[in-house]
């Protein structure tokens, strides 16, 4: 039985993941830690074998190397931090593991490697990421790393990427691929948080087997 804590657990995704964890056979709430809760991450670390983290940019880093400092894994959805410094962490602890997916849904890791696969033959692309109002960061992770893995592959896609934030929505994001006389979308749409859990946890149950200490995309996984 594998014990997941889950950081920022009192917002829409952390609620969401603590009771996916509950349903789970395999995995235990074994912690909640979230500053509106009163719980700090340290309380809940000694109890933990994975932590899973959905809190904000601003503190997700800090996150990560308090994890990783107290040698527990540690799964992470919040985006708009800095990865390279997330790296160094997990290379300078080197007793957990850290993976990191802009997106956990199955499907929008699906549109990101059909997008990877596009590219060579139609380099020229256009992104266009939409997400609800209360969303931290612009771009998305998901469309940086869908631009990134595009560019790996040869393509380019044209800046700025377009992001809009309205209420109503969840996730959102369409691929525009232009060529002589054609364009070809690629298009994923999360309507529900639930679209996230599966993702969620197979990181969960996963993130202890990785052969690295640091590990991004949902794809690695897959």
Do not use: Y
């Not at 995995?27 to 904000?56: C, K, M, T, Y």
């Not at 298009?187 to 590990?215: C, N």
């Amino acid at each position: 039985m594998t014990k997941v804590a889950v950081s920022g657990a009192a917002g829409r995704m952390g609620q969401t993941v603590c009771e996916a964890v509950e349903g789970a056979a395999d995995l235990e709430l074994s912690g909640r830690a979230d500053p509106s809760l009163g719980v700090a991450l340290a309380e809940v670390l000694g109890d933990a074998d994975v932590v899973v983290d959905f809190s904000i940019p601003d503190t997700a880093l800090a996150n990560v190397e308090e994890c990783l400092a107290a040698g527990v894994h540690v799964v992470v959805g919040t985006t708009g931090f800095d990865l390279d410094a997330a790296r160094a962490a997990a290379a300078k602890w080197a007793s957990a593991n850290c993976f990191v997916a802009p997106n956990f849904a199955i499907g929008a890791v699906l549109m990101m490697v059909a997008a990877q696969t596009i590219a060579p033959h139609m380099p020229e692309a256009e992104i266009i990421e939409l997400h609800h109002d209360k969303k931290l960061d612009a771009p998305s992770g998901t469309a940086a790393r869908t631009a990134e893995l595009i560019e790996a592959a040869g393509g380019h896609v044209h800046q700025p990427i377009h992001s809009v934030r309205l209420p109503g929505l969840v996730a959102h994001q369409e691929v525009i691929f232009g060529g002589a006389g054609q364009t070809l979308r690629v298009r994923h749409d999360s309507i529900d948080r639930h679209s996230f859990m599966p993702g969620v946890l197979l990181a969960a149950r996963k993130v202890g087997e990785l052969p690295d200490h640091f590990t991004v995309g949902l794809e690695k996984l897959l």
